[in-house]
């Protein structure tokens, strides 16, 4: 552990001043953000901007430190899970059926289940996928988030609400989703404003949750009154109970249905959308990608048993977070005093890890401006907590091999039909916000393929 030298006592953390984090935020918040991970260098930093001065965490031993190691010193509370919990419920683990919930999802979407129903989730993508090729049908541009939405709220829906809700009701409550996500930015920006006081935005959350609420409760309820005979999850979460036979209440039966929608697209559809401007800009990745889907899915739709050959194609997915985390920060609130890499953590304060900079650590990742799915190969080392998309520890995001396949089936069923191919030259840099998206609305092309 380094130490003041002069005292031999842990050192109090470098503070980045307000007149040099502010103006960077200001003109351009993701360049803001890239510089102060630069000044930081891997190194504890304390940021000062004005009301609130969090610590930056983005060493990999650091992040293990926060997230496992002593994570029940570093909870979810405060800035962004405040203004989160007004849409997906408490993000706390300090009550019981919390962790009932987790454990539920974590069933649904392990290893051997993923493996159950990868061939419903296949099949549900494909179907979406053709719709989307018939709204781009001879050249039509489309828009490539919304695409990427509908293609995953089908998939979500097929496997995890069944016919409990309808395709319209799941379109619908991704648009409305996607309108709280961008409404709670300026909640995002200014932490430190009470709700009391109004915020740009404040107004259209209110509208979009009001409209969550008019699709999901009744679902809720009509589950409830039918009773908890499905293996879908509402009804899995019907049934859960804690150690002292507690179950869930109406309104924690409609924060598990949201959380597991927020979950389960949001990654995914941010991640693909980022993915067709990536290949256009490195056709040598696109052209493995097509060689791959070629040689193992062929002419046919794809399905469960190609999945353990479509390896690229999983690569190129883990790159896409590496380089595109839309969870780009993950602050936590400091309940008591602490130590980091030898400098004194303040109990009461906020550390920040963010995946965005971690995962551009030059001395971590060898040339991490590159977009490279071979550094995912098997066998690479790396330190455990270097590659942080989905977090760690006790709150790691149980969907991490969820996301894998139901992106490896997207990939493959659409780069076996199409090209797919941007229209004009949109920003390639992400934007800040909720979650890491891309600054430009994206509109693409889809080209049949001619073997």
């Known amino acids: ?13 470098e503070t980045i001043p307000l007149r040099r984090a502010l103006p960077g935020f200001l003109r351009d918040p993701l360049g803001g953000f890239e510089e102060i991970g630069r000044r930081a260098n891997g190194g504890v930093v304390r940021v000062n901007l004005g009301a609130i001065r969090p610590y930056l965490v983005t060493r990999p031993e650091h992040v293990q430190h926060v997230m496992q190691d002593h994570a029940a010193n570093y909870v979810r509370e405060g800035w962004l899970w405040k203004p989160l919990s007004r849409l997906i419920g408490e993000p706390s683990g300090s009550d019981p059926l919390w962790w009932v919930k987790r454990e539920t999802f974590q069933t649904v979407v392990s290893g051997p289940s993923v493996a159950a129903f990868a061939d419903d989730m296949a099949e549900a993508i494909v179907r979406a996928v053709g719709e989307m090729a018939e709204r781009a049908e001879g050249g039509r541009p489309v828009d490539a988030m919304d695409e990427m939405a509908r293609i995953i709220y089908r998939a979500i829906t097929r496997i995890f609400i069944g016919d409990k809700i309808t395709i319209a009701q799941a379109d619908r409550l991704g648009a409305a989703l996607r309108a709280a996500s961008a409404a709670l930015r300026p909640r995002l920006a200014l932490p430190f404003v009470p709700d009391s006081v109004p915020l740009p ?10 409209a969550v609420d008019g699709i999901v409760f009744p679902i809720v309820e009509e589950a409830v009154r039918r009773g908890a005979d499905g293996d879908d999850i509402v009804s899995m979460l019907i049934r859960a109970r804690d150690p002292d036979g507690n179950g869930f209440d109406l309104r924690q ?9 927020v979950a389960g697209t949001e990654t995914t559809t941010i991640a693909l959308t980022f993915l067709w401007q990536v290949l256009a800009e490195r056709p040598e990745v696109a052209e493995r990608l097509y060689e791959e889907v070629d040689r193992v899915v062929g002419d046919g739709p794809p399905r469960g048993v190609h999945l353990p050959r479509l390896r690229y194609a999983k690569m190129a997915a883990q790159e896409m977070l590496r380089v595109f985390p839309p969870g780009w920060m993950l602050p936590r609130f400091v309940r008591e005093d602490d130590v980091i890499g030898g400098v004194r953590i303040e109990g ?5 890890v963010s995946p965005y900079l971690t ?5 971590v990742w060898e040339d991490p401006g590159v977009f490279d799915p071979e550094r995912f190969l098997p066998g690479r080392e790396r330190h455990r907590f270097a590659y942080v998309t989905f977090g760690g520890g006790p709150h790691g995001c149980v969907g991490k091999h969820f996301f894998t396949v139901e992106t490896q089936f997207v990939i493959a069923a659409v780069l076996s039909r199409f090209r797919v191919r941007p229209v004009g030259s949109p920003d390639p840099r992400p934007a800040l916000g909720l979650t890491l998206r891309p600054r430009e609305r994206l509109r693409i092309t889809l080209h049949p393929r001619g073997r």
């Open 253 to 261: 039966l409609r924060d598990g249905v949201v959380s597991l929608f």
């Open 359 to 363: 995962h551009r650590l030059p001395d």
């Open 348 to 352: 009461g304060g906020i550390v920040v």
């Open 201 to 210: 935005g404040d107004r259209a959350f209110r509208r979009a949750v009001q």
């Open 1 to 13: 552990m380094s130490v003041d030298t002069g005292t031999g006592l842990p050192r109090t953390a």
